[in-house]
């Protein structure tokens, strides 16, 4: 009995104590609450003393202005970055556009000149010479003439006419031959040439200014407009490369031939 | 990812070298020369091609009737062709659109339109 009694009186301590409990957590709600309500009282009276003092609206108005004119001038600033940048990235953007270009140019020159030199048969050098004009100058009537004797123009291959068709030249005399003298790679009009005598290009064939021969443009190709920069790149490259390729290809036969001679001779002497 | 392969029927050394420099520089991608139009037609039957670039004027068999004989064959008609030909004439191009033919190109070429074309056919990025 005095067990149940002494059980009954622990849980009674312990409600009481619960109860105390929940009256503290009341009182310190209100002294919150209190304390909250005296801040509020205060920013009332601070915004009421504002709005009563002119001075402070003005001091409030040109802070915020100023404020204000900083972010005008910092967002003005971000704008003349950005177009900074614009403007850098178009310029980046045209020189990527050159460079790729010159890069291309440089290809084909290259493919130009490696391809006269990779061989020593006159006849595979005069096939590479009309493939670079045909693929890349572009041109449909051409031919080319090589120096015989002093001053005679012979047209030893030609595309877009028979070689037969053409006629001889003398240098120094018609636009073909003037531009051998003048060892000078000379253009006309580009509109198509109908007369064999008058070509719209002549590139001379020279070694060290002593022309060998010289190419003869008549007409381009249907969807060739004109001559680019390329094309005149092209034309100093044959100018130059197909003479020499030309020269020593037929030292190269020549040789071949006193070679065989020579052997021959040889063979002879020692049966 | 995978390789692209890329064949160029053309019977100028000079074209076939200028062609092999500009697509050199796509990623990824494998570059077989053949020098006329059957070599072409060997080429290209026995190994995959994802496209194939090919001239008109060739010896022995020209651009058209290689670009005829893919769309015929089954296994070929898929490949897209380039025609890279020295013949502007509306005509022509006509004619090569007709019979197959994804796009038309004239020379003297410009490695960046070649470059931008075989970018789109090859669905490269």
């Not at chain 1, 053409?166 to 006309?188: D, K, M, Q, S």
């Amino acid at each position: 009995m005095s067990d149940e009694r002494s059980k009954l009186l622990t849980q009674g301590e312990e409600v009481l104590n619960i109860l105390k409990r929940g009256a503290d957590f009341t009182k310190e709600l209100l002294q919150e609450n209190e304390k909250l309500r005296l801040q509020l009282v205060g920013l009332e009276d601070t915004q009421q003393l504002a709005a009563r003092n002119p001075e402070d609206w003005e001091k409030l108005r040109v802070e915020l202005l100023g404020r204000i004119q900083n972010l005008e001038e910092e967002n003005r600033t971000f704008r003349e970055r950005l177009l900074e940048v614009e403007g850098e990235n178009r310029r980046f953007a045209d020189r990527y556009l050159e460079i790729e270009e010159e890069n291309n140019n440089l290809a084909n020159l290259y493919v130009a000149s490696y391809q006269l030199h990779s061989t020593l048969d006159l006849d595979e050098v005069v096939k590479v010479v009309l493939e670079i004009v045909i693929n890349l100058i572009g041109a449909e009537t051409f031919a080319l003439y090589m120096l015989e004797r002093e001053d005679t123009l012979q047209p030893v291959a030609a595309e877009g006419v028979q070689r037969e068709q053409l006629p001889h030249c003398t240098v120094g005399e018609g636009r073909l031959g003037r531009a051998v003298l003048a060892t000078e790679t000379t253009c006309w009009d580009p509109a198509d040439s109908e007369d064999f005598n008058e070509p719209i290009v002549v590139i001379p064939l020279q070694i060290q200014k002593r022309p060998i021969g010289a190419i003869a443009l008549f007409k381009l190709l249907q969807q060739k407009e004109g001559f680019t920069a390329l094309d005149h790149e092209l034309f100093n490259v044959l100018g130059g490369h197909a003479a020499t390729a030309i020269f020593a290809a037929r030292l190269y036969s020549q040789s071949e031939r006193k070679l065989n001679t020579i052997q021959g001779f040889l063979d002879l002497l020692a049966e | 990812m995978e390789k692209r392969r890329v064949l160029i029927v053309e019977d100028s050394p000079t074209m076939r070298q200028l062609l092999v420099f500009a697509l050199r520089r796509l990623k990824n991608v494998e570059i077989v020369e053949a020098q006329d139009g059957m070599d072409g037609l060997r080429k290209v039957s026995s190994d995959h091609f994802d496209l194939a670039l090919i001239d008109i004027n060739m010896p022995v068999m020209d651009g058209l009737k290689l670009i005829s004989l893919m769309r015929e064959e089954d296994s070929l008609k898929q490949i897209p062709v380039v025609v890279i030909t020295t013949e502007g004439a509306q005509e022509d191009r006509e004619r090569a659109l007709k019979l197959g033919a994804n796009e038309y190109l004239t020379k003297p070429i410009q490695a960046n339109r070649v470059l931008s074309v075989a970018r789109d056919l090859l669905k490269l990025d």
